[in-house]
C-alpha cells in the first residue's frame, strides 16, 4: 500500500517563474492538504481539498492555489516565484474527518528553491 | 487563533540519556487533539503519539511517554535511554478547524 508520494522531491526555480508541485494521497483517502515549511520553521497550513474543491484556507496570497482531481491527486500552483518561497513544501492526506483526529499522512515534500 | 510555542530550539544530549521536549499551547476549543511528529532529514513528518483534550492520562509507549497538563496547557514529550537515531527535529501540533497549528521545533541531537 503505498503511502503519499510527492512530485517533484527538489526543483530549483528563479524568481517570477511559476511552479506545479503533485500530490497522491494513500490509497483511500480523499483529502488533501498541503503545508509549506520554512528552513528553521514549523509547517504552516496552506489550503485543503475535498471533493475537488477548498475547503479551508491558510493565511496564503492568492498567487498559492491548488487543484484536486477526481482520483483524489492534488496540485499546488505557485505563481510570480518571490525568494521567500524556498521550502519544503509537504503534502498530507487523510478521510474528510480524519484531520483532527490526527489521522494524517504525511509525504517526504517537494524541495522548492527560488533563486 | 492557535499557537504552539516550543521554547527549546535545539538540545544536545549523550546516549542513553532521558530527554524532554516542551510545549505549550493555546486554543479555545474544548475538544482537541494534541501531538508529536518526528522528522528526520528526510523531511516526512513521523506521527509518534496523539492524546485528545478529554484525557489526561499520562502513558508510556516504548521509550516515548508524554505529559499532558490541560491546567498549563503543556503537552511534554520524554524519550527514554536515548539513541543516535532519535535525533531528529520534533513538533508539537495542535488539531483545530480541520487544520494542525505546529511549534517551530526542537532540533534534538543525541551522540554516541
Known amino acids: 500500500d503505498a503511502g503519499v508520494t510527492q512530485s517533484p522531491t527538489h526543483l530549483i526555480k528563479t524568481r517570477g517563474q511559476q511552479v506545479t508541485l503533485r500530490c497522491s494521497p494513500k490509497s483511500g483517502h480523499d483529502t488533501v492538504s498541503w503545508y509549506q515549511q520554512a528552513l528553521g520553521q514549523g509547517p504552516q497550513f496552506i489550503f485543503q481539498y475535498y471533493e475537488e474543491e477548498e475547503r479551508q484556507r491558510g493565511n496564503f496570497p492568492d498567487r498559492f492555489s491548488g487543484h484536486q482531481f477526481p482520483n483524489y491527486s492534488s496540485e499546488l500552483n505557485v505563481n510570480a516565484l518571490l525568494l521567500g518561497d524556498s521550502a519544503l513544501y509537504l503534502c498530507?492526506?487523510?478521510?474528510?474527518?480524519?484531520?483532527?483526529?490526527?489521522?494524517?499522512?504525511f509525504g517526504e515534500g517537494s524541495r522548492l528553491t527560488v533563486l | 487563533a492557535q499557537k504552539v510555542t516550543q521554547a527549546q530550539t535545539e538540545i544536545s544530549v549523550v546516549e542513553k540519556e532521558d530527554v524532554t521536549l516542551d510545549c505549550v499551547y493555546e486554543?479555545?476549543?474544548?475538544?482537541?487533539?494534541l501531538f508529536w511528529y518526528k522528522q528526520p532529514p528526510s523531511g516526512e513528518l513521523v506521527f509518534l503519539i496523539r492524546?485528545?483534550?478529554?484525557?489526561?492520562q499520562n502513558e508510556i509507549s516504548g521509550r516515548y511517554s508524554w505529559n499532558f497538563q490541560k491546567s498549563t496547557s503543556s503537552f511534554n514529550f520524554t524519550i527514554t535511554a536515548s539513541q543516535v537515531v532519535d535525533s531528529a527535529v520534533y513538533f508539537c501540533?495542535?488539531?483545530?478547524?480541520?487544520?494542525?497549528?505546529f511549534g517551530k521545533g526542537t532540533m534534538l541531537l543525541v551522540s554516541p
Open positions: 498530507a492526506s487523510s478521510l474528510v474527518g480524519g484531520v483532527d483526529t490526527g489521522e494524517l499522512f
Open positions: 486554543t479555545r476549543d474544548t475538544t482537541y487533539y
Open positions: 492524546r485528545n483534550s478529554f484525557d489526561e
Open positions: 501540533a495542535l488539531s483545530g478547524y480541520s487544520t494542525l497549528t
